[in-house]
């Protein structure tokens, strides 16, 4: 029922609803109803603004993909390249970006919906692997890096045991020692 009250903020306000509810509940629980009930509206606001709830979760996954990839891009030469890393791979496995992972990876009609933008692996990790590769590629030509280090190979490997090093924490995140433990153990023979 129209209220006659426009809503500037609808869009922010949904994704920002559905990080909470990932959060407190899970990638189960995402589901348009919960999303909206928690952004205090009714369902025919997430319609309004999006085709449905999987354009709804593709538009929060790319939300946070451009986090990401902003965050990633701002590390070039601020600080030792292993704290660098640490912070780009805690900045990609957020609570929130994990639920995500698992969403896409659930569902078939995001999955869809995300190929626009992300035609191959999987959103999010494909992303921050091709930034923490451009990253790595900026810190080889300045020499912080070995040349022959291979910039795209480091990154996957990052991603991949990043991920691993995050989702199997039962619940938790690792402390900052098991991240720099990880970053050092991969990088340990690129370094200059």
Known sequence: MPTGIAMHDARERLLAAAERVLLRDGQNALTSRSVTEEAGVSKGVLHRHFADFDDFLAELVRTRIASAQNEIGSLQGSK????????????????????????????????????????????????????????????????????????????????????LLFAGELGGLPDESAVREVVESVVVGAVS
């Open 80 to 163: 030792p390249l292993v704290e660098n890393l640490s912070a780009a791979l805690t900045c990609v496995f957020t609570p929130v970006n994990l639920g995500l992972v698992k969403a896409v990876i659930a569902r078939d009609g995001l999955r869809s919906r995300l190929r626009e933008t992300t035609p191959q692996g999987l959103p999010i990790l494909n992303e921050a692997s091709a930034s923490l590769a451009a990253y790595l590629d900026a810190e080889r030509r300045v020499g912080r890096l070995k040349p022959d280090a291979d910039p795209r190979t480091l990154a996957m490997t990052l991603v991949g045991t990043g991920h």
